[in-house]
DNA sequence: GCGATCAGAT
DNA sequence: CACATCTGATCGC
């Protein structure tokens, strides 16, 4: 009924217009490869310092990465409003000033000068770098109300104030009770509850920090020189955003999408696009199921979605834009050798990655998955010759770690418990091999799936209890990278084992995200002109860091 | 009562 | 730290 009220597009002027800015202006940003004069001891940024933070530029408290929900202030606090130049915003400007690979130039690239001829001859020889629009092109918004009112602005500064969004629609959390509780696998829990009173809503900190919109889309979400962002639905609507795309069905990605959605187009891949619509009611109308390895054209962009090893579903997205640019944004993945074999990323040097660098850090050579599955299946079959009544429970978020249960059910010719709404998830990939070992009865099996969070020797305890006719023992695994330690290495032998009575827990380092070595490699293969980390960049010591071994990787 | 939207916990 | 949620509180409708 509504459907044919909503707009699917956002404003058209808004979007042109700024199309047509950033085709003029190249914004400063992290350190090009390319051009290797960045002078640490130099400071870059007097110049534009004292006003970072009076305009509203996102602070560690705001600009959070992919998934920091408990953020660290003591940057911006404990050092001043942004003159020690430690603030996001003022690294944003410090690391590196030259966006000029972005302009095409002679002899700088041969693989894309050379399919760009033609646009070359098109450019101007040279552009002015302007900076007095940059807060604009990154949708930094300003704190006081000189800014334009166009009425999406007008409406977030009005509900920034305080905070909170006063017409209520399309920045909901997916909080509902139908997710919340036992979703994807429930367990008996006990009646403990510790209490932990909130603070009243007028102490809290968005109340008081009310000269400072609380949230603007951050720059790394946003494909430069297009009206796109990637797995940005917390931001409500964004200015100039005319496509929202989103790489994966994982809450710290989808945050925000609800079933009132009407921001615009979302594109996915196949699979998300399933799980949007089926787990977050989502307008259909609004989602735009894109193929895997087939172009498209979205407002005159070539956009390419590529399997990124991740959980069902999950995409890189490669977008080829007019002017020959190429950007890979990775979502979450986990690099492999099979990427090395892309056509599309074989074929034309990127320009702009956009890197998931959850592991980015020399600590983190984690073994692959293959050495992870034989050794989760190598401890089950031993765990069952000594204790042949023993339940398995494999631990998982929402999607992701299939292969775990996969590899232990196909090894021991078991089924897989799931519990209703789970196995709806997982039926839906439509991933023959794993709906053809599910099972409906948790008594027909000793394999189960259950929610990660809930692999504790207590609710195992009580789990077991409901099962004492049939099992004497339990036998978990908590598959996340997160658990690896730098003493375990690829000696997956040395894991120890957390074990109270007749419950077993293994936390072993079976990673969605690429390892440290499997970045280097796949940044090694890809050169890419710059590189923007999307995860662990709160930290200013963190995107220093990584920033430092991205030099290093594409040194000569 | 329910969905939206926070803070805080794991 | 935070892999990706999960939980509880409050407010508006």
Redesign the pocket.
Known sequence: MEEEDMPLFADATTVSSLVQQQEEIFPEDYFDFDDCDYDHNRDYTSSYVVSLDENGFPQVGDED????????TDESSAMGSGEDGNGFASDFYRCGTDWSCLVLEEGKDSINAKRNDNLRDQLPSERKLKQSNLFQMWGFKRSDAHFSVSTSLARDFK?NQN??????????????????????GSIT?DAQ??????????M???IHDDNRP??ACPFYKKITGTPFTVDAF?Y?CIEGCSAYFLTH????????L???WSHGPIYCSPRTARLVRMCLSVNPSFIIPLDLNTEHVIEGVKVTLLEAN??PGAALIHFHIPNGQCYLHTG?FRACKEMQGFPLLISQRVNVLYLDT?YCDPKYKFPSKEDVLSYVVKITKNCLKKQPRTLVVVGA????KECVYLAISKALGVKIFANASRRRTLLSFGWPELSGSLCTNEKDTLLHVL???SL?FENLKSYLKTYHEQYAAVLAF?P????YRETVGYKLDLIKPSSKGNITIYGVPY???SSFTELQEFVQFLRPQKIIPT??I??AA?REKMQSCFRAWLKG
Not at 65 to 72: A, C, I, L, Q, T
């Open positions: 990465g992919d998934r920091h929900s408990n953020v660290n509900s905070g909170y969004h006063e017409d209520g629609v399309g920045e909901g959390y997916i909080q509902n009770k139908k997710m919340k509780t036992g979703n994807w829990r509850k510790i209490i932990v009173k909130s603070k009243p809503l007028y809290r900190k968005s609380s949230r917390r409500g069905f994982h809450y710290d990605h989808y945050g925000g609800s079933k009132g991740h959980c979450d959850t978020y929402s999607i992701g929610p990660i969070s504790k908590r996340t990278g997160w658990t990673s969605e995200h995860v662990n709160s930290n963190n």
